[in-house]
Every structure is written in C-alpha cells, then in structure tokens.
C-alpha cells in the first residue's frame, strides 16, 4: 500500500498553497474538526470556552483535554516546523506528540506503542510487534517524496494505516500530516465534519482496495477549502465555515445532499 501511495503520488502534479498561520484561528478549529472526526463532540462554543476561558466541562474532563492537547501542539509554531529527517526521529516525534494528545487519558498509555492488536471494522491493523519495523520501512518511502503536499498525505496515510498506538491514531496522523506542511508555509488541511465521510472513505479505498487517487484527491480538495478560509479574522473564518457547511452532520447532509462549498 505504501510503495502504490508512493507511486501515484509521484504522478500525480502538487498545487503549492501558502498561507498565514499567525492568527488562533485555523489551529483552534484544525484541534476542533479532528477532535470531533473520532466522537470527541462539543458544539464550537463550548470548545471555544475550553480552550480560550479554561472550562472544563465536569462531566467531560477527559474529553476536553483531548481538544486541549491537540490545541497545544497546533498552536505551537515551533513544534509544528519539526519534520523527522530520519526513521529515529518519526519514532521520537510520534511519542512526544501522542504523551501530549492523550495527556488527560492515563489509561490510554500516552507516548508508548500499542501492546495489544487493534482494528477498526473490518480493517486489522499493524501487530504490535511490527510496528517500529513497519514505520522505518515505510519512512523510506516518504524519504523519496519532495512535494510537501505529497509527503503530507503519505505521511497521514502511514501513520494511520499502522495505527501505532492504542487511542489517538487519526489525531496523531494528522497531527504529522500538517507538521509537513507548515514546516514547508503550505497551507494546512482541516477535515470538517461534514467532509469526515468522504475522508474516511478515501482511506478505505486505499485501505482495501489499493486505490490511492481518491486519498490525494479529497485532500487535494480539503488544503484547498484550508487556503480559501480568513483564518486571520478568527469572527469572519467562522462565519466562513458556517456558510460553506463545515459544521453539518455527514450523514445528515448525504441524506439531504448538503455538500461543503468552496468559499466564494
């Protein structure tokens, strides 16, 4: 699967999109869309408490400082330009950035490998035991690709596809994926939860049926949503996503056909 990413990537043109990253905005809502992706829900206004006023919802603790964690490293300049030059560091950085994720989840072992076999489906994952084999081989790979478009969606698709820790797999493969990005000023990718069943389905098509364009192709169209957002105006940006669907429900607007909208 990596070696097929591998080779449609490098035949497929990569669109360059520069964005500014300074405002709260767009690292508030990538914490939020990816959050809310794996059933980590709040209505926008509750999170904005938890993050910016430091409510804790009582009854959701953990919960809130999932979004928290994932806020604290996307919000942080420094450690989002950190890209492993070499498989060591993919290792180090994977830990470091899960331990900080899954801080408020103990139970969840954060920073450590999985011990035990998981799956999500029908789809098996990586076995423990193969799992720092498979990322140093599937490093290689990567080493090839010098898009950061390209070494983005591969990064994403690997560390997902290995599913190397026991909770906080999207959100770290995402986490990675955008790290490639921002280190290179390109813009990020943000999954709304509307688009959340097209993005799954995309993994899945490569997942099972070795088929790699539709990946490239839904976040080829999610960057460019990312760059055509106001991030600077953290007001207008959420306006923005409110007018172009990025909040509805997928299966509520597969049903009515609402689709997210390139803004105008």
């Known amino acids: 699967m990596f070696q097929k990413l591998y080779e449609t990537l490098q035949a497929t ?42 409510i804790i919802p009582k009854e959701r603790p953990a919960d809130a400082h999932d979004i ?8 942080d300049h420094q450690e989002m330009h950190r890209i492993p030059k070499n498989a060591d ?4 950085f994977l830990k470091y950035r899960h331990a900080k ?3 408020g989840r103990p139970e ?12 999500a489906g029908s789809t098996l994952f990586v076995a423990p035991e193969l799992v720092i084999g498979t990322l140093r081989q599937g490093f290689k790979w990567l080493q090839g690709l010098q898009s950061p478009f390209h070494r983005a969606v591969y990064m ?16 770290c493969a995402r986490l990675m994926m955008n790290a490639e990005l ?4 390109q813009a990020r990718i943000i999954i709304p939860t509307i688009f959340r069943n097209n993005y799954l389905t995309a993994l899945k098509a490569l997942t099972h049926y070795a088929e790699a364009l539709p990946l490239i192709r839904a976040l080829d169209f999610a960057q460019k949503y990312t760059s055509l957002i106001h991030w600077n105006n953290y007001k207008k940006a959420k306006k923005m996503l409110q007018e172009t669907h990025a909040f509805a ?12 909208t390139l803004p105008s």
């Open 89 to 92: 560091e993919l290792i180090l």
């Open 249 to 260: 429900d997928p299966n509520q607007a597969d049903f009515t056909g609402i689709r997210l």
């Open 101 to 103: 994720l899954m801080q």
């Open 156 to 171: 994403m698709f690997m560390i997902a596809e290995v599913h190397p820790f026991s909770d906080g797999n999207g959100r």
């Open 68 to 75: 928290i964690g994932t806020y604290q490293i996307t919000s």
């Open 13 to 54: 043109p990569a669109t360059p999109r520069i964005i500014a990253h300074a405002s709260a905005a767009l690292p508030f809502f990538e914490a939020y869309f990816s959050n809310f992706i794996e059933g980590t829900e709040f209505a926008v206004e509750e999170a904005e408490q938890i993050i910016f006023e430091g």
């Open 108 to 119: 969840m072992r954060p920073g450590e490998f999985k011990h035990i076999a998981n799956r």
């Open 182 to 185: 921002v280190a290179a000023d």
